[in-house]
């Protein structure tokens, strides 16, 4: 799948987002290492901070499915520049796939990749964080 392929499925994802307080939709198509697609599009929330960015719907769709290795992932928005992921969503893709390609795009559909470690060169990890009793 090259990415205009998921940039057109990120902006048909983004028709269903649910803005009633930003009115800023957000589409993300996910492409799995076994060659799946998983789309979303951000859930706003009365209480603000509940709201769930585009790119956590479509992993948390491919992980509930059984599937937790990724490609790439294509991300629109409705505004002139680029839209980058916010670093709670960087730390989730982590999570998975450091070497995630993330393909960000513009109003004109014009798109800038990245892979996630350059967005995301350090990244919290328990592993290293925590000291285990042994
Ligand atoms: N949003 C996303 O869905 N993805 C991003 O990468 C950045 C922000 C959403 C969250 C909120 O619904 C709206 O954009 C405005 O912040």
Do not use: W
């Not at 998921?6 to 983004?14: G, N, V």
């Not at 800023?24 to 951000?42: D, R, S």
């Amino acid at each position: 799948m090259n990415a205009a392929d998921l940039i057109a499925l990120a902006r048909q994802a983004q028709t269903q987002a649910y803005v009633p307080y930003s009115g800023f939709k957000v589409g993300a198509a996910l492409l799995t290492q076994e060659g799946h697609i998983y789309t979303g599009a951000n859930v706003e929330n009365a209480s603000y901070g509940l709201t769930v960015c585009a790119e956590r719907i479509a992993v948390f769709k491919a992980v509930n499915d059984g599937e937790c290795r990724f490609e790439s992932i294509a991300i629109a928005g409705g505004g002139l520049d680029y839209l980058y992921p916010c670093g709670a969503c960087l730390q989730v893709l982590a999570e998975f796939s450091r070497n995630i390609k993330i393909i960000t795009v513009n109003e004109n559909d014009d798109f800038r990749e990245y892979y996630l470690s350059e967005m995301l060169p350090q990244v919290f990890s328990l592993d290293t964080s925590v000291r285990r009793v042994k």
